[in-house]
């Protein structure tokens, strides 16, 4: 907590030298060049990881890694903004070998490559807003796709960064996708506490911009009526927890993507009952087993051209890092199913 607080203070700083007379095109030039030199350093990571895979050969799709440090859109708290390097150390531990449990080898670059992070704080610490650091996000993933067979898994951070994220596949892909949401939360608000980009806010800006065909939402266990709300005003399709056994055989043998551009798979972490995974800023017990998660993966059929893991907060989990190996499972099994 004491880093996020260091982090709001240097952006406070920059907006009172800005209402101290700074002149304002100092300030945008200076932005513009910390911006344009993050997106440099997406682009030549993800062109030199592109050039290997195809000089590989064999590969049709590709998972890259991209991580999106945001944690400052969470209402609760922002250690979500940590999770990245600790998935990462987590997937690379050793304590298990390099195999998914379908077969596939992540140190394989045809399997699974990684760009690095957007520099988040760095672009904040420049006084940069939500407006343009949510464009940052969507341009660094398309520099990501342009880089073909690369397709961008992205690493969280909180939930906000889904929306632009879905952006720019769907922008990219040059229409919308199926998107499997995966989470104890609809996180559908209009804009929760005045907030447009909150983490509780991200699929009603994915919906109202019709980035999606079809939101499924599985893990349901925490809803208000304006989620409900909201949800039928999308045409929102919410499986609640109360109602899993019931919907299990559905869930476990779903079908998406047809006549769209693909899939995209979106998986908070507090979608499993914190039993399997305590270190998430939203702790909600009732929820999914870690196989039934997996079970749902594993099953799906359809395209999956981009995905998400988000809301794993380090500062939550236990000593012995479980949820981070928790979370690094949940991407180690999401590449086997983006990567072709």
Not at 319 to 334: F, P, Y
Request: glycine share 10%; charged share 25%; hydrophobic share 40%.
């Amino acid at each position: 907590m004491a880093m996020s607080k260091i982090w709001r203070k240097g952006i406070h700083h920059l907006q009172k030298q800005n209402a101290a007379n700074v002149p304002s095109d100092l300030l945008e030039k200076g932005q513009s060049r910390v911006i344009d030199a993050s997106l440099t350093l997406i682009r030549e990571r993800a062109k030199l990881k592109g050039e290997l895979v195809r000089a590989i050969g064999g590969a049709v799709a590709s998972a890259s890694l991209l991580g999106v440090p945001i944690g400052h859109n969470s209402s609760f708290l922002q250690g979500p903004a940590f999770a990245p390097p600790r998935i990462r150390e987590a997937i690379w531990c050793g304590s298990t070998n390099s195999a998914t449990e379908e077969g596939k080898e992540l140190n394989d670059p045809r399997v699974l490559t990684d760009v690095g992070d957007v520099p988040v704080q760095e672009i904040r610490d420049c006084g940069v807003d939500d407006d343009r650091l949510m464009s940052v996000v969507s341009e660094s993933v398309k520099l990501v796709m342009e880089q073909d067979p690369l397709r961008p898994l992205v690493l969280g951070g909180d939930h906000s960064i889904s929306f632009p994220v879905v952006r720019a596949v769907s922008e990219k892909l040059g229409g919308p996708v199926d998107i499997l949401h995966l989470d104890a939360h609809p996180d559908i608000y209009h804009a929760f506490e005045g907030n447009k980009y909150s983490h509780a806010s991200s699929f009603a800006r994915i919906m109202e911009g019709g980035y999606a065909r079809r939101l499924l939402q599985v893990g349901i266990r925490s809803i208000t009526t304006e989620g409900r709300e909201q949800g039928k005003k999308f045409g929102v399709e919410q499986y609640e927890m109360r109602t899993f056994s019931r919907d299990r055989q559905l869930l476990e043998n779903l079908k998406l993507g047809e006549g769209v551009k693909g899939v995209y798979v979106s998986i908070d972490v507090d979608c499993l009952d914190p039993a399997f995974a305590p270190g998430v800023s939203h702790i909600e017990p009732g929820g999914l087993s870690f196989r039934d998660v997996l079970n749902i993966l594993h099953n799906l059929k359809g395209d999956v051209v981009a995905a998400d893991v988000v809301e794993f907060n380090p500062q939550r989990d236990t000593v012995d890092g479980m949820t981070a190996m928790v979370a690094a499972k949940l991407v180690r099994e999401l590449i086997a199913k983006i990567s072709k």
